[in-house]
C-alpha cells in the first residue's frame, strides 16, 4: 500500500476520541504529527483523565488526573496539537452508556470533524494490552456518537435546545488497529522521534520503560511491514470506514 499523501481538497479537521491520556501517543502519535505537518487541523477528545494509571503509590488519584492533563497536554503540543477536550469520566470504570454518547456526541458537534479517530469497538483475542475494556468501550460509544446521536437533531435535544449545537455528520472514521488487518496505513517515519518524545512526556506512565524507543520502532516497523513499505520506514495502520 502507498503512503497517505495530504488531502487535496484541502485541510481537514480531525478528531481523535480516546479512553485515556498516552493512548493517542502509543496508537497515532506518528499520525497526529504527519498530519499537523501536512496542515490538517487535529483535535483531541479524552474520555478519562487516566486517575488509575502510574505506579506511584504516595500520590492521591485526584493529583495523578492532574498530573496526567499536564502530561498530555505537553505531549499534544510537541505533535502540534492545542485543542484538547477532557470529559472526566472515571478510569477503569468505562461502560457504554447513553449520557457517554452524548457527551461524545457533543464534543463532534463542537469540533465538527470530517474524521474521526478512535479506538478498536471489538476485542482482539491477541492482544490484551490492545483490548483495555476503557479502549473497547471508547471505541463503541465513539462509533455510536457518530452514528446516530451526531448527526440527529434529535438524539440527545438538550445539546441543540440548551446549548445551540447542531447536528454533524462526520465522513469518516479510522479504527486504531494495534494488530493484523488494518486496510489504510500512514508512514510515519518522518515524525517518529516526536512520537516518542510525546511518550515521554507522560513521565507518570513511561519513566520506568527502559527501551521504549526500540519497542516503538519494533511496532512501528512491523506495521510497515504488513503495509508492504520499504525497509526501515515505519507505519501506523487504520481500519478506515466511509460514514457519510
Known sequence: MEPEQPDATGPLTILIVVAHP???????????????????????????????????????????????????????GILGVDELHFLGWPDGRL?????????????????????????????????????????????????????????????HPELLAEEGLAAHTVSEVWISHMGEGADHYVDTTDAFDRKVEALLAHKSQTAHMDDLRGRMWGWGRSQAKAAGFEPERTAEGYVVLDTR
Open 22 to 76: 498516552d493512548d493517542i501517543d502509543f496508537g497515532s502519535g506518528g499520525s497526529v504529527a504527519t498530519w499537523t505537518g501536512a496542515g490538517h487541523r487535529v483535535v483531541y477528545c479524552l474520555i478519562t483523565d487516566g486517575d488509575a494509571g502510574g505506579f506511584d503509590e504516595e500520590i492521591t488519584r485526584t493529583d495523578m488526573a492532574s498530573l496526567r492533563r499536564e502530561e498530555q497536554t505537553a505531549a499534544a
Open 95 to 155: 461502560y457504554v452508556t447513553h449520557e457517554l454518547r452524548r457527551d461524545i456526541a457533543r464534543v463532534i458537534r463542537m469540533v465538527q470533524p470530517d474524521r474521526v479517530v478512535t479506538q478498536s469497538p471489538t476485542r482482539n483475542l491477541r492482544s490484551m494490552y490492545g483490548s483495555h475494556p476503557d479502549h473497547t468501550a471508547a471505541g463503541e460509544a465513539t462509533m455510536c456518537a457518530v452514528y446516530p446521536d451526531a448527526r440527529n437533531p434529535f438524539a
